[in-house]
């Protein structure tokens, strides 16, 4: 994540903190929730940017490696010795394993997109319940230390 960016999410972080923080405090526990829910939402959608391109970047880069592969290959003339011949078969079967890699993890990405995708309503509501406990007990024990 860029500088700049790592700081316009943290300050937003705190923001909802704070914002939840007071919502605590007056015991609006309904706008809190739906804060919360916020919260979430944002934090998730940056998050899955992030991933998605970190992941992009990656992946874009050993494509563009492997084209370069295919490229040479075809504008290589390999029946001029046999041991370019035998170079031809060694970059042509990294080549079947580079993709092979590259596939499963891509495969393994949209997997983990689709499964992060399905489960979120869950996460979600997990997430406000136990924030929301979190403040719940936070806020009981201010009061009591106030009435100690």
Same mark, same amino acid.
């Given at each position: 994540?860029?500088?700049?960016? !790592?700081?316009?999410?943290?300050?937003?972080?705190?923001?909802?903190?704070?914002?939840?923080?007071?919502?605590?405090?007056?015991?609006?526990? !309904?706008?809190?929730?739906?804060?919360?829910?916020?919260?979430?939402? $944002?934090?998730?959608?940056?998050?899955?940017?992030?991933? !998605?391109?970190?992941?992009?970047?990656?992946?874009?880069?050993?494509?563009?490696?492997?084209?370069?592969?295919?490229?040479?290959?075809?504008?290589?003339?390999?029946?001029?010795?046999?041991?370019?011949?035998?170079?031809?078969?060694?970059?042509?079967?990294?080549?079947?394993?580079?993709?092979?890699?590259?596939?499963?993890?891509?495969?393994?990405?949209?997997? $983990?997109?689709?499964?992060?995708?399905? $489960?979120?309503?869950?996460?979600? !509501?997990?997430?406000?319940?136990?924030?929301?406990?979190?403040?719940?007990?936070?806020?009981?024990?201010?009061?009591?230390?106030?009435?100690?």
């Amino acid at each position: 994540m860029k500088r700049g960016r !790592e700081k316009q999410f943290n300050q937003d972080v705190e923001n909802y903190r704070r914002a939840l923080l007071y919502h605590a405090r007056i015991s609006d526990w !309904e706008t809190f929730k739906a804060k919360a829910g916020r919260m979430f939402d $944002y934090v998730e959608s940056i998050e899955y940017s992030e991933l !998605e391109r970190r992941f992009f970047k990656n992946f874009n880069a050993v494509l563009v490696v492997l084209i370069a592969i295919a490229i040479s290959l075809f504008q290589v003339d390999f029946e001029i010795t046999p041991e370019l011949l035998r170079i031809k078969n060694l970059v042509v079967f990294a080549g079947i394993l580079a993709s092979t890699f590259e596939l499963y993890f891509y495969i393994n990405y949209r997997t $983990y997109v689709k499964v992060r995708s399905t $489960y979120y309503a869950e996460r979600r !509501e997990k997430f406000i319940r136990d924030i929301e406990q979190d403040f719940r007990s936070y806020v009981v024990q201010a009061k009591l230390s106030k009435a100690a």
